[in-house]
């Protein structure tokens, strides 16, 4: 199992420019996740998915979109990027809710928007 | 929304020493995790407990739900334990999980 892979790995964008980071998970996990970690802070909500066709905002989803046509793949979409947009993100998956929902997380998508 | 938050920010020890990371939320619960990110920006999951007690090695958690804390205890320290430590609680009501802002911990040689 490949786990969460995430791309890109490294991006530099203008302000004003459109781009999608890619998210799939290869574990047949229900939920899926989108966070955005700014230096020296912990991990914020973007938006959420717990299935296929399902999605939901979190703490942070403005400027952001989301999809969810299939099980595996959960990308993000950014909209006329903002230079409060630089940040890390990370997607993450987990089987469901409550009990044994161990998280996993891809190794994060760095963003800069100059 | 429910509130995490981890105590201390910041932590630096010597080598082989022995740490209390804490991580306190404002409501009931019934997912918690602590979560490890190393220098380079990786996340790895160490435990997943919303209540109770597991031992990992040099590492073990305590979750009293019904206080609503959680704490990591870190034994023999070791310098590639050195990183970011988060606690993250799923609310009973929700599926979503919510991150504290984390412990930075220095482990010098």
């Known amino acids: 199992n490949a786990g969460v892979t995430q791309t890109p790995k490294f991006r530099i964008l203008k302000i004003g420019q459109s781009m999608t980071l890619q998210c799939a998970q290869d574990m047949n996990h229900n939920y899926m996740y989108w966070y955005r970690q700014d230096p020296g802070m912990g991990l914020k909500l973007i938006y959420y998915?717990?299935?296929?066709?399902?999605?939901d905002k979190g703490e942070v989803p403005n400027g952001y979109n989301v999809s969810r046509s299939t099980t595996e793949d959960f990308p993000l979409r950014l909209e006329l990027a903002a230079p409060s947009q630089t940040s890390v993100y990370f997607c993450?998956?987990?089987?469901?809710?409550?009990?044994?929902?161990?998280?996993?997380f891809g190794e994060g998508s760095w963003l800069t928007v100059v | 929304g429910i509130q995490v938050e981890q105590s201390p920010p910041d932590l630096i020890l010597q080598e082989g020493a022995n740490s209390t990371l804490r991580c306190n939320f404002s409501d009931s619960v019934n997912n918690l995790q602590w979560f490890h990110q190393n220098p380079w920006g990786q996340l790895i999951n160490l435990f997943y407990?919303?209540?109770g007690t597991k031992q990992n090695g040099r590492l073990s958690a305590t979750t009293v739900a019904t206080e609503r804390y959680s704490l990591l205890y870190i034994s023999s320290s070791q310098t590639t334990d050195s990183g970011v430590y988060f606690c993250?609680?799923?609310?009973?009501?929700?599926?979503?999980?919510?991150f504290g802002e984390g412990t930075q911990l220095t482990v010098n040689p």
């Open positions: 993250a609680v799923g609310e009973t009501s929700g599926s979503r999980l919510t």
């Open positions: 407990i919303p209540s």
């Open positions: 998915s717990v299935g296929a066709g399902i999605t």
């Open positions: 993450a998956s987990s089987y469901s809710r409550g009990r044994g929902n161990t998280i996993y």
